[in-house]
């Protein structure tokens, strides 16, 4: 396989229910890491590697680590940055909470690399700005398709219902909000 099938290759869509979202804050669409390294190894197999750049960079003030590292594929490298939030204490379970969040912070940077490389774009364009952008090439076949996670409203977290989902659409507003909570400046004015 050269370059160019492997890149089309990890860029094809996810199963669906891939996409999942932060449990420590609803509005944000992510895809766990494991699927992410999944790919890169039925796809690129031996060609692709991923390397930390230094050491963790550890913010006290903000009790946060930030990890770089390189995901090189082919040959072809993209960085990635990842952050998480450590707790502080002096007792010995606070130092694997700091490991667990180094290792936070590394597949953060993981996920951060792919999306350089384009992976996932189309399954997480619905929950980015850049899906109506038409001058962003994003895998669009028919093989792309809306992800089976069900939306919730940004500023609630409540489910959205077909209602809510419709009034969007009519009003073409691409962020999720409850009809509730979207807020007036959005809404067009016939």
């Known amino acids: 396989?050269?370059?160019?099938?492997?890149?089309?290759?990890?860029?094809?869509?996810?199963?669906?229910?891939?996409?999942?979202?932060?449990?420590?804050n609803q509005r944000q669409a992510h895809i766990p890491v494991q699927v992410y390294i999944s790919r890169l190894e039925k796809v690129a197999g031996e060609h692709w590697s991923w390397s930390?750049?230094?050491?963790?960079?550890?913010?006290?003030?903000?009790?946060?680590?930030?990890v770089r590292g390189e995901?090189?594929?082919?040959g072809a490298k993209r960085s990635g940055m990842g952050f998480s939030h450590y707790v502080r204490g002096k007792d010995i379970k606070n130092v694997s909470?700091?490991?667990?969040?180094?290792?936070?912070?590394?597949?953060?940077?993981?996920?951060?690399?792919?999306?350089?490389?384009?992976?996932?774009?189309?399954d997480l364009a619905p929950y980015r700005d850049c899906e109506s952008d038409e001058s962003i090439e994003i895998n669009r076949s028919e093989a792309v398709r809306e992800t089976d996670v069900e939306r919730v409203c940004q500023r609630c977290a409540k489910?959205?219902?077909?209602?809510?989902?419709?009034f969007l659409e009519v009003n073409r507003i691409k962020?999720?909000?409850c009809t509730e909570h979207v807020p007036k400046h959005l809404i067009k004015k016939i």
């Open 175 to 177: 962020l999720p909000y």
């Open 1 to 24: 396989m050269n370059y160019k099938e492997i890149a089309q290759a990890l860029q094809a869509p996810f199963p669906n229910g891939t996409v999942q979202f932060s449990s420590s």
């Open 71 to 74: 995901l090189s594929i082919l």
């Open 159 to 166: 489910k959205l219902t077909d209602v809510d989902q419709l």
């Open 52 to 66: 930390i750049i230094g050491e963790p960079i550890i913010v006290e003030a903000d009790s946060a680590v930030i």
């Open 97 to 122: 909470a700091f490991k667990n969040a180094v290792n936070a912070a590394e597949s953060d940077a993981i996920r951060s690399a792919c999306d350089k490389f384009l992976i996932g774009w189309s």
